[in-house]
């Protein structure tokens, strides 16, 4: 049965989406990241401001944005953004955090290998680069893909973060079976099923990238100023480039690795003050639900009237509520 609705899914893929082109590559002017951010003189707002670099780490090259001064929080996109989806919150935490936001491997400027796509890999990635920047202690906060990479960096260096965030997310292993869950109508979530079938999603998307991705994140629908300026553009071309929405997939498809790693580093409870959020026309309290599961300290809920993309649709709210935590 599973098997019939993934087809009929992509079946219809293919019958509908039209055949848009992601338009033309980059042409926005380069950010030349270098391999260490230089320093914003003499602090103020210059020091609020994302300095690009980038760091070879865990065996791949890293794309990073810093800004600000202060104890560290490190930002961690999901699928289909960047570390750009933080461009409204950056400025607020900078004013009292160093923040770093990279891409993740596979994204973004980052570089593309074969592999690692799992979630306790790419926390290696992120805490190597912690590392290469000087820092031990940091608060860690994900959104969507970026919130599992998050608790595996919580779980496997639990001495080394002050505060978790975790956004838009139900945990593999710790809730997310829920969401696979099609038994009823309007049950599940469709594209996790879709996006684990081997190449089948990566066939049907090429070259219709922008139109799936308007669609992904409800570009159309949403209220003016969400994804403001060029947003969508850089997604759709991130996301456009040779073997990057295969890199995103493969995140998908290592979901039962990710939940067999997260129930065994999950026996033991995490110890660091954690901040679940949803949207209250998304996953709503199901972040905290999968936290409350493997945490002892657990406060958030839900954010009324916003959908998945918090940090685009509320940026002032969810940076006031990540201060007060992080405080």
Known sequence: ???????????????????????????????????????????????????????????????YVVAGRGPPVVLLHGFPQTWYCWRKVIPALAREHTVIGPDLRGTGRSSLPPGG????????????????????????????????????????????????????????????????????????????????????????????ERYFIEDFLGARRARPGTFDGDAVDRYVRAYSRPGRMHA?????????????DNRAGGRTALTAPVLALGGSRATATGPAASMRMVARDVSGGEVRGAGHWLMEERPRELSERLLAFLR
């Open 1 to 63: 049965m599973r098997r019939r609705t993934v087809c009929l899914v992509a079946v219809t893929l293919a019958a509908t989406l039209p055949s848009c082109r992601a338009g033309p590559p980059d042409t926005a002017a380069p950010e030349r990241p270098s391999s260490a951010p230089a320093p914003a003189p003499g602090g103020g707002r210059d020091a609020d401001r994302p300095r690009h670099a980038t760091a070879r780490v865990n065996g791949v090259r890293l794309h």
């Open 117 to 208: 796509y799992d979630k306790q890999t790419m926390a290696a990635d992120v805490h190597a680069l912690v590392r290469r920047l000087g820092h031990r202690r940091v608060a860690v906060v994900g959104h969507d893909l970026g919130a599992w990479t998050a608790y595996a960096y919580a779980r496997t260096y639990r001495d080394e973060v002050t505060h978790l965030g975790f956004l838009e997310a139900s945990l593999p292993g710790f809730g997310l079976e829920r969401r696979l869950d099609f038994s009823r109508p309007q049950s599940g979530v469709w594209h996790l099923a879709f996006f684990r079938q081997p190449e089948v999603p990566e066939r049907l998307l090429k070259g219709r």
């Open 248 to 260: 995103a997939l493969e995140q998908y498809r290592a979901l039962y690795r990710d939940a067999a």
